[in-house]
């Protein structure tokens, strides 16, 4: 153990003398909180293979030094630590595992919580999943106030108001590093709308807004050039991709929610969040943020990023008539789901 811990100090500090010597450089390290899940687990995998990571840091309650170990034999310049809640103690001491997971962050992408069963809506989830992503940004506030903090835990609709509303009690609160992942409505969107046109989808985009759950998911369908449905055939993919969650926790039978592409879709977003943090330029991904947009105070829009996090919360354009009533129908749940967030904090 000695070996092994003096070993990944030697490594870490390689890593960071790598990156100050290179140049045009910038150290990343990404904590995953979470990582030993089913969502946890590819999306670990996924961020270790990625060239814009230096240190991966890997957080649950159980499992992670043994994920760490087994990503630490792929060769990739990503540095691995696997870490655990300090065990109970009295008198009651911090958590020290977490405090090592996020220590010096710069991005800590949170996909913690209970998965999904048949029968169960994301609301189901809010309970568990609340006071889990409250105790994680908690520990965020405490050991990585500058971080960009990446939420996937379900209900993102609830979670991001959460962690906000922590982050404010805390004082460090930045509208511009709280970001809910929607990308996975987006990567559902682009599948769909491609398979229906018959192209390649990666020669599609699509712009979806909103938030993250069932109607409040809103795919702007009319944007994407090329694509032309009948009123049944988009109502069937407006539908699909609102409730593609359902599709696969069904699928799987009790077994799980979706995972995989959850994972893959967080990997898309952390990337694409650490490249804007490197300093490239023109990287533009929809998110669940604080938004002047609507009379919500959060919601899901194309937004620009750059090295500090969220540059511009970008406007979603015109939308028909369809769009428009789906717009009206979304607006009240999503300010609802918004609210029960903010409540479970100051209650």
Not at 23 to 51: T, Y
Not at 97 to 124: F, N, Q, S, W, Y
Not at 129 to 134: G, L, Q, Y
Request: glycine share 8%; proline share 7%.
């Amino acid at each position: 153990m000695l070996l092994s811990k003096f070993t990944t100090q030697s490594l870490k500090t390689a890593a960071r003398a790598r990156s100050f010597h290179a140049s045009a450089a910038v150290n990343a390290k990404v904590a995953v909180l979470g990582a030993a899940g089913g969502i946890g687990q590819p999306l670990s995998l996924l961020l270790k293979l990625s060239p814009e990571v230096d240190e991966l840091s890997c957080y649950d309650i159980v499992g992670t030094p043994g994920v760490a170990a087994d990503l630490s034999h792929i060769p990739t310049k990503a540095i691995l630590e696997g870490c655990l809640p300090h065990p109970g103690k009295f008198p009651p001491i911090p958590n020290l595992g977490l405090k090592e997971a996020l220590t010096g962050a710069d991005v800590v992408v949170i996909p913690a919580g209970v998965p999904r069963k048949p029968g169960m809506t994301r609301d189901d989830l809010f309970n568990t999943n609340a006071s889990i992503v409250k105790t994680l940004v908690e520990g965020c506030a405490d050991f990585c106030p500058t971080a960009k903090i990446l939420i996937i835990s379900n209900p993102v609709n609830s979670t991001v108001p959460i962690a906000a509303e922590v982050l404010k009690a805390k004082g460090v609160y930045d509208k511009t590093k709280v970001c809910g992942v929607t990308t996975l409505d987006v990567c559902r969107a682009k599948t769909f709308a491609a398979a229906h046109m018959g192209v390649p989808p990666e020669n599609v985009n699509v712009t979806v807004i909103g938030g993250h759950a069932g109607i409040t998911i809103l795919p702007l369908y009319s944007q994407v050039p090329g694509f032309k449905a009948s009123d049944s055939e988009l109502d069937a993919i407006t539908h699909r991709t609102q409730f593609g969650g359902d599709e696969v926790v069904q699928a799987k039978a009790g077994a799980g929610s979706a995972t995989l592409s959850m994972a893959y879709a967080g990997y898309l977003f952390a990337e694409n969040v650490l490249k804007a943090q490197r300093g490239e330029e023109g990287i533009v991904q929809c998110a669940f943020v604080e938004s002047t947009l609507t009379d919500a105070p959060y919601f899901a829009s194309p937004c620009k990023f750059g090295k500090n996090g969220v540059e511009e919360v970008l406007p979603f354009g015109n939308l028909t008539p369809y769009e428009q009533s789906w717009f009206e129908k979304m607006m009240p749940d999503l300010k609802k789901q918004i609210q029960k967030g903010v409540d479970f904090v100051k209650k």
